[in-house]
């Protein structure tokens, strides 16, 4: 079973900031959350990952709580290109897999 | 440089039926996942390839099979098909680990009849 929850759909204007929620409250130390998403038709693209630290690359930021039960992905001036499925992932330290959940269906509208 | 790529990109086939599904990974990438996505169950990991041994397995029946070959393509087999296993089967390749990022190919469309 996936170790994350996330909201079944969100929506987000065009230009505005877009941020995800991701529930991993079961998440353990060494256990890392990995963001990709999913345009319609096309395999998943990496985003992100973070351990402990908020990291920040071209495409997004990731936000992680100091608890690390949760985190947030943000990408800061979302276009309609960006409209996607997005995956929290959490990767399981014991055998090292990625356990994707159902993810968010992000809408961008112009 | 090239990206993922997967042959052949649809495939119909028949119960019973056995089938083999094609990666090529990007040049220099030595990892190799193989996931099925279904509308109901989602991205299911099915295995990975490293230096052509299988370092990581998820929960599929023995009739899900692969292998991977010196110049670290890969290819993963079904054996009698069932209609269950249609389903979107993508491959990724990383540079080491599943764990490092990973590039996914476009899949390849499996309906079994």
């Known amino acids: 079973d996936a170790k994350t929850t996330q909201p079944t759909s969100m929506d987000c204007a065009e230009g505005r900031a877009a941020n995800l929620p991701c529930n991993h409250s079961t998440i353990s130390g060494n256990e890392y959350v990995y963001w990709y998403r999913q345009i319609h038709s096309q395999g998943p693209q990496y985003i992100i990952h973070?351990?402990?630290?908020?990291e920040t690359n071209e495409m997004a930021s990731l936000i992680i709580t100091e608890d690390r039960k949760s985190s947030t992905l943000i990408l800061p001036h979302a276009t309609l290109r960006d409209t996607a499925v997005y995956y929290c992932?959490?990767?399981?330290?014991?055998?090292?897999?990625?356990?994707w959940g159902a993810g968010t269906k992000l809408i961008i509208k112009p | 440089k090239a990206g993922v790529t997967q042959t052949p990109r649809y495939l119909i086939k028949t119960r019973g039926q056995q089938v083999t599904l094609s990666c090529s990974p990007i040049?220099?990438?030595?990892?190799v996942s193989w996931y099925q996505q279904t509308p109901g169950q989602g991205l299911q990991f099915l295995f990975e390839y490293f230096s052509e041994t299988q370092r990581n397995k998820g929960n599929f029946p023995g009739r899900f099979s692969g292998r991977q070959f010196s110049n670290s393509r890969s290819e993963m087999n079904v054996s009698t098909l069932e209609l269950g296993d249609s389903a979107l089967y993508l491959c990724?390749?990383?540079?080491?680990?599943?764990?490092?990022?990973?590039?996914f190919g476009p899949g390849t469309r499996l309906t079994v009849l």
């Open positions: 990724a390749s990383s540079l080491i680990s599943s764990y490092n990022e990973q590039f």
């Open positions: 992932i959490v990767r399981v330290d014991s055998n090292y897999q990625l356990i």
């Open positions: 040049s220099g990438h030595r990892s």
């Open positions: 973070g351990l402990k630290n908020n």
